[in-house]
Structures are given as C-alpha cells and as structure tokens.
C-alpha cells in the first residue's frame, strides 16, 4: 500500500517562495485526496518595537492574512482541493509552524518554501524553514522549485 497524507500544511507569508510550496500543496493534497492546512502566522515580534502600537497594525496584518488565505483558498478550490481549513496564529511562526498547528490540526506533511535569506541573515536569525525541518514531529517537504521542477528565474543567482 503506498503511503498516504491525510493532512497537509502549508506555511503561507505572501512571498514566492511561499507561493511555489502552496502550489505544489495544491497538487500533493489532490494525489493524496487530503485536507490542505492553509497557515499564515503573524509575526508579533515585529509589533514590539513601535511605541505607539495600538492594535491599528495588528487589525490590518490581520486582514491582509484573511484577504491572501482567501485568495490561495479560491485557487485551491478551482484547482479541485475538496477539505481546506484556513489557521491565522500570532507570535513566533518558528515554534507555532513546527509544533502548535501540525499537534493541533494532526498534520502529517509540512510544506513550506525554501529561505529567501542570505548566510549572514540565517547565522544571526535563522530561517524558520531549519527550524521547522529540525524540531517537526512528522514529515517535511521544503519547496524549491516551480511546478516543472524548474528553479524560477527570479531567485537564480
């Protein structure tokens, strides 16, 4: 019997990065007839540093997640995904990508696309990518190419 997912996550941010592992966890859930776990976290270390920070930020990071899950849901949807569930968390996406939504969604694969850092960035700060691939309880797919399995031209060297 071959192996099968039953429920597959994918980390969204709106880069493309993220966009070519959703794509190809578009496919994936299809050949494997499984639920696609749409996951964008905001990251509220970010709102940390703004002193005048009244919840204004939060409120529209909030909706920009909201508005590009919709839009990944609806291609989804059109590309013949049946079971999608949509998570938008806030915190650290690091720990909340490898731990909190596969434990509390029981995910099996992880899909998320491949760092846009540089080495200096991934020394000083670290990609979530290798964290999720080094703390995950199941199966990790980090995407790199296209739907060809081509390199995009737009993050060749």
């Known amino acids: 019997m071959l192996q099968q997912y039953t429920k597959i996550m994918v980390a969204v941010d709106g880069s493309s990065e993220a966009e070519l592992a959703f794509k190809k966890a578009v496919n994936v859930a299809n050949r494997n007839d499984a639920e696609l776990v749409l996951a ?20 529209q990071a909030t909706e920009m997640a909201k508005q ?4 990944y849901e609806t291609y989804a949807k059109d590309h013949g995904v049946k079971h999608l569930t949509q998570v ?3 915190g650290s996406p690091k720990p909340i990508i490898a731990k909190e939504i596969p434990e509390d969604h029981k995910v099996d694969l992880i899909m998320l ?8 960035e ?3 700060i670290g990609s ?11 199966d990790v ?3 790199r190419t ?7 031209e737009d993050t060749k060297e």
């Open 128 to 138: 979530v990518s290798e964290y999720v691939i080094r703390n995950a309880s199941c």
């Open 113 to 120: 696309g491949a760092t846009g850092l540089n080495a200096v």
């Open 141 to 143: 797919l980090v995407v």
């Open 68 to 71: 590009t899950l919709a839009d």
């Open 88 to 90: 938008i968390e806030y």
């Open 40 to 59: 964008h976290v905001i990251d509220t270390r970010a709102f940390q540093t703004v002193s005048s920070f009244d919840g204004m930020l939060a409120e």
């Open 122 to 124: 991934r020394l000083f």
């Open 146 to 152: 296209d739907l060809e399995n081509k390199i995009p």
